[in-house]
């Protein structure tokens, strides 16, 4: 079945730092891509999202492109803030499976000062 | 537009009780989701309603586990005879039905069984 691989955090990264998390996915239709953010204590919020490939989904400074060839949706933000610390989730969606989100196990963020 | 909301925010219950959550979802979107969350992982998938029909069970959804969505609008998960593994978070989240329609999520129910 469909599913998605994210690297495993935590990562912690000083103020300002570029950061990259990796996702990749496994896939038998042309899902859409997503990815969340999950601060402590909360839902989830959708940062950004992609439908289709070379699409680039973008996001309070994030983004992330949909590259079918490589099957990855890697998340990336130039300069890190803390208030950026938080969970963050890739996903997937399939309409020929009704929709529903699956999602990779989260990379936890840090970021210090 | 008042976002996805569910009820309680947290319950703690003993084993053996039965709990039921509801979940309003957004006005217009016809499409509501289940999912949990145990700490550290990822959401999983439960189960799917589009308007009231249920299209979509998981096989994590045992058989102590029931939803439903009688009038295509607010939905109740309810979990009998609960176990301590069913300790998690509970989230609900609802959409429009399209290629790529953002999921929105409420901010879940914490179930701690004790």
């Known amino acids: 079945g469909d599913s998605v691989t994210q690297m495993e955090g935590p990562v912690t990264l000083s103020e300002e730092a570029f950061l990259t998390i990796n996702c990749t996915y496994t896939?038998?239709?042309?899902?859409?891509l997503f990815w969340y953010v999950q601060y402590p204590g909360e839902g989830l919020q959708l940062l950004l999202k992609?439908?289709?490939?070379?699409d680039k989904g973008s996001n309070k400074g994030f983004e992330a492109t949909y590259r079918k060839e490589t099957t990855s949706f890697h998340l990336e933000k130039g300069s890190v803030q803390v208030s950026d610390s938080a969970v963050y989730f890739c996903?997937?969606?399939?309409?020929?499976?009704?929709?529903?989100?699956?999602f990779g196990q989260g990379t936890e963020l840090s970021v210090k000062p | 537009d008042t976002g996805v909301s569910q009820d309680p925010r947290h319950k703690i219950t003993k084993r053996g009780q039965n709990v039921t959550f509801r979940c309003d979802p957004i006005?217009?979107?016809?499409?509501l989701y289940w999912y949990r969350q145990t700490l550290g992982q990822g959401p999983e998938f439960l189960t799917y309603?589009?308007?009231?029909?249920?299209?979509?069970k998981s096989r994590l959804l045992s058989d102590r586990f029931s939803a439903e969505r009688p009038k295509g609008s607010f939905s109740t998960l309810e979990i009998q005879r609960t176990e301590q593994g069913d300790s998690a978070m509970y989230l609900c989240?609802?959409?429009?039905?399209?290629?790529?329609?953002?999921?929105?999520f409420g901010e879940g129910s914490w179930l701690t069984v004790v």
């Open positions: 309603f589009q308007n009231e029909a249920q299209l979509e």
């Open positions: 989240a609802s959409s429009t039905q399209g290629t790529g329609n953002t999921i929105y």
């Open positions: 896939a038998t239709g042309y899902p859409s």
């Open positions: 996903a997937l969606s399939d309409q020929n499976q009704g929709g529903k989100l699956i």
């Open positions: 992609a439908t289709k490939a070379d």
């Open positions: 006005s217009e979107h016809n499409r």
